[in-house]
C-alpha cells in the first residue's frame, strides 16, 4: 500500500540498511492482515504495519511497542487521517501477544499477520502457501527474519532478566 511507503520514506535515515527489509515486512504484515479479515485495503491497519516495530530503529530499544505506539498516534495528530488513536495504539500494542486476542478481530489478524510473517509463513492461519508466495516475490524478505532475530537474540543475551520485552501474553 503507498501509504506505508509514503510514511517510511521519512524513517530512511533512522532504518538505515535495514530499510528494505523492514518496508516489505511492513507490507507483507499488511497484506495478509486484510486477507485475513476479507478486505480490500484499510489505512488503520496500513498505519499499524508502518509504525508496529519501527521504534527498534528510531530508539534503538527491544521494548519497542510502546514507542511504535507512540510513534503512530504521533502520525495521526499530524495527518488528516480520521481514525481512533487508541484503536491503533492497542493492535500496536498487543501485536506480540502469544495469546488470542478476543473482542478485537483487527487486533487479532495484525498479531496472526505479524506471525505469519515472522515464521516465513511456516504458521499460516489459513493464508494460502501461494498468497504468501505471491506476497514474498512482490516484496522479498531481504533478510528480514534473520535481521529481526539477531536484533531480538542480541538483546536477549545483554538482558537475561528481561529478555523478551516485546512479547505479550
Known amino acids: 500500500m503507498?501509504?506505508?511507503?509514503?510514511?517510511?520514506?521519512?524513517y530512511r535515515e533512522p532504518l538505515g540498511d535495514d530499510?528494505?527489509?523492514?518496508?516489505?515486512?511492513?507490507?507483507?504484515?499488511?497484506?495478509y492482515a486484510i486477507t485475513l479479515l476479507l478486505q480490500r485495503e484499510s489505512k488503520k491497519l496500513a498505519i499499524c504495519a508502518a509504525f508496529h516495530d519501527l521504534d527498534i530503529w528510531t530508539n534503538g530499544s527491544m521494548d519497542y511497542l510502546p514507542g511504535s505506539s507512540t510513534l503512530a498516534l504521533s502520525y495521526l495528530q499530524k495527518s488528516d487521517i480520521d481514525l481512533v488513536p487508541e484503536e491503533v495504539s492497542f493492535i500496536i500494542k498487543n501485536h506480540h501477544k502469544l495469546r488470542r486476542i478476543k473482542g478485537n478481530i483487527?487486533?487479532?489478524?495484525?498479531?496472526?499477520?505479524?506471525?505469519?510473517?515472522?515464521?516465513?509463513?511456516?504458521?499460516?492461519?489459513?493464508?494460502?502457501?501461494?498468497?504468501?508466495?505471491?506476497?514474498?516475490?512482490?516484496?522479498?524478505?531481504?533478510?528480514?527474519?534473520?535481521?529481526?532475530?539477531?536484533?531480538?537474540?542480541?538483546?536477549?543475551?545483554?538482558?537475561?532478566?528481561?529478555?523478551?520485552?516485546?512479547?505479550?501474553?
Open 2 to 10: 503507498k501509504l506505508i511507503t509514503q510514511i517510511l520514506h521519512k
Open 19 to 31: 530499510y528494505q527489509a523492514y518496508h516489505h515486512h511492513a507490507q507483507r504484515v499488511y497484506q
Open 106 to 169: 483487527e487486533a487479532e489478524a495484525f498479531r496472526k499477520a505479524d506471525l505469519i510473517d515472522l515464521t516465513a509463513g511456516r504458521i499460516r492461519f489459513n493464508i494460502p502457501l501461494s498468497l504468501i508466495q505471491e506476497s514474498e516475490k512482490q516484496f522479498p524478505r531481504s533478510g528480514f527474519t534473520n535481521m529481526i532475530l539477531g536484533k531480538t537474540m542480541k538483546h536477549a543475551i545483554k538482558n537475561p532478566l528481561n529478555p523478551f520485552p516485546m512479547v505479550r501474553w
